[in-house]
């Protein structure tokens, strides 16, 4: 048998895989109402915020602060909202176009976090200092009357908190340098 | 013109098949193979307003199945390196006797796709779905020549490691 007629046998074969089209339709229904129903629950989520900023604003239960948090929030909110749902609606994804191009995105996004990362890094030594700085001032300023670790909470609680940080940042840098070998593996044999 | 009239059902009743058969190729795990199959249904949904027929709808749906998967190889890469063989896709339409025969070819085909490297399983997948060299170096991005030079190593592999299935094979029944 020639290699065309093995490849065309191949194909048939390939092609005669049956699929339970009923059973892909009903967990694509359910998957697109899950889909209709987080995007439901978002904008209620919105729609609440912009409710709690109003009631603030004119019944006044709270301080003055309350109420700008509220209006941060209120504008906060839909902002994060749309970015989640563009993100789910694929506009940052290059679905349609090639598998090369596809690649290429990922390689740069995975540079881009790289580059974040290593900013991050550089950074947070001041970050670190900053904390403490305000911490002593803050003690120096408002002495408590007894001086214990307690009056060191904030300083302590950053510099935790970023070196956990710091951290995850490694892990995910390390992560991004594997994906990026991969990607340019996959490159180089489309080349 | 043929994008107004596409609808995502007529997509998924015509090409559904198509897009499970890549999700097999790429996903051996039946729980991620199911969610990636939701995720390039949910691409394909998402991208439908936008197809404007420049290419014919099976490339337009392949095209998306494909940069889905690359991006789920991507994702689970580490798992996927670690997954045993599992159950192939039964076939309820043939006989019991043709369905057992259809189905180890259609396991030891699916299995030997499963082994070759990512850009050479993309290709053959592609070939068997019936795409042209055209339309395979468009929806990998790749000139019709270098689809042609891979393609045509891809296929040897592909012959080989199905030969040496089936040596394995007819070994273990004598």
Known sequence: MTDSNDWLQLATTWQAQAIDLPTLQRSTRWHTLR????????????????????????????????????????????????????????????????????????????????????????????????????????VWLYPPKVLGMAAFSGGLLVTVTLLLWLAFCRHRARRERRTIAEVEQWLQELR | MESQALSFNAVLSQHGAAIARVASAFERNPARRDELVQEILLAVWQALPRYRGEASVKTFVLRIAHNRAVEHVLQHQRELAREPLDEAIPDTRASPERQASLQQRSERLLDAVRELPLVQRELVTLALEGLSHEEIGGVLGISVGNVAVRLSRARKQLMAALGETENVVSGEQA
């Open chain 1, 35 to 138: 889909l209709y129903a987080l995007i439901g629950v978002e904008i209620a989520v919105v729609l609440m915020v912009w409710a709690l900023a109003i009631y603030w604003q004119w019944f006044k239960p709270l301080p003055t602060l309350w109420q700008l948090w509220g209006w941060l929030w209120a504008v906060l909110a839909p902002l994060l909202t749309w970015f989640n749902l563009r993100a789910r609606t694929g506009s940052f994804r290059a679905s349609e176009d090639s598998v090369r191009g596809l690649l290429e995105l990922k390689k740069t996004r995975a540079e881009g976090t790289l580059r974040t990362i290593r900013f991050g890094n550089a950074v947070l030594p001041y970050a670190i200092a900053l904390a403490w700085l305000w911490n002593l001032l803050a």
